[in-house]
């Protein structure tokens, strides 16, 4: 594991960040939320609560900033942080565009400087969840968050990344990694899309960190492709996805 990996990460997504507007403002723009690569709705997930008025929420990672406004549009104070400033940029402008009403900080997920037990409600979705060390990115979660506030989060499942192949290929049904063990893939020199270096655990090792920091696992969801779903989406196919788990959500408690 590369210990510069914030900064290697937050120079990957400044530059890519104009290659991400078009998708930002479909995101923007869905009357329901869709989640992870292949779509998946929230009336399945329930990721959000129904009714969010009156709480704080955060979202670690926020990127371009559309799960922040489907939380605003639930009625919930939201900030939104994220290393990078080109993908603020679009965070800001669709947020205007959309007159939603969010607070946009450029920072570090692993260490925003906000004050301790502020949010009633925190969340990532391909954002802290994957590109923040999960140790450091958890621990700041939970200083975050009130007692008995929520974190939900979604990133790779560690199938996907123990089958797909060193050279950034598609997934496929070989192991080309490791298990044991596992902390995550830098992405960085890959022959196909690379981009940095990402983290994750077996499902143990998650267990384990909850555990340690004091978080409470009130759901576990392991995402699939859709039976219509085709093409290939983040080096996954659509005929892996849909017999294998693409994408995990965690939906965790900090304890009243």
């Not at 990996?5 to 923007?28: K, P």
């Not at 940029?89 to 565009?97: D, E, F, S, V």
């Not at 490791?178 to 960085?188: L, Q």
Request: glycine share 8%.
């Amino acid at each position: 594991m590369t210990p510069d990996y914030v900064s290697i990460n937050r120079d990957i997504w400044n530059a890519d960040a104009e290659n991400w507007t078009a998708f930002a403002s479909e995101r923007w723009a869905l009357a329901t939320p869709e989640w992870g690569c292949w779509g998946n709705p929230e009336e399945q997930l329930n990721m959000l609560p129904a009714d969010m008025s009156g709480l704080n929420a955060i979202e670690l990672g926020c990127g371009t900033g559309y799960v922040s406004a489907w939380m605003a549009r639930r009625g919930a104070r939201v900030t939104g942080v994220d290393i990078s400033a080109g993908q603020l940029a679009t965070a800001r402008h669709l947020a205007a565009k959309h007159r939603a009403d969010i607070t946009f900080i450029e920072c570090n997920a692993e260490q925003t400087g906000l004050p301790n037990a502020a949010f009633d409600f925190a969340i990532s979705e391909y954002g802290a969840s994957i590109w923040c060390s999960p140790d450091t990115w958890l621990r700041e979660a939970w200083r975050l968050l009130r007692p008995g506030g929520r974190l939900v989060f979604l990133g790779n499942h560690p199938l996907s990344l123990i089958c797909s192949p060193l050279d950034g290929a598609p997934a496929d049904r070989t192991l080309h990694r490791p298990y044991r063990g596992m902390w995550g893939a830098d992405w960085r020199k890959v022959a196909f899309e690379p981009t940095g270096v990402c983290f994750n655990l077996t499902v143990s090792g998650w267990m384990d960190l909850f555990s340690q920091i004091g978080f409470h696992v009130t759901r576990y969801q392991e995402l699939y492709a859709s039976d219509q779903a085709e093409g290939t989406r983040a080096a996954i196919p659509a005929d892996w996805a849909k017999n294998y788990p693409v994408e995990q959500v965690w939906h965790l408690a900090r304890p009243a």
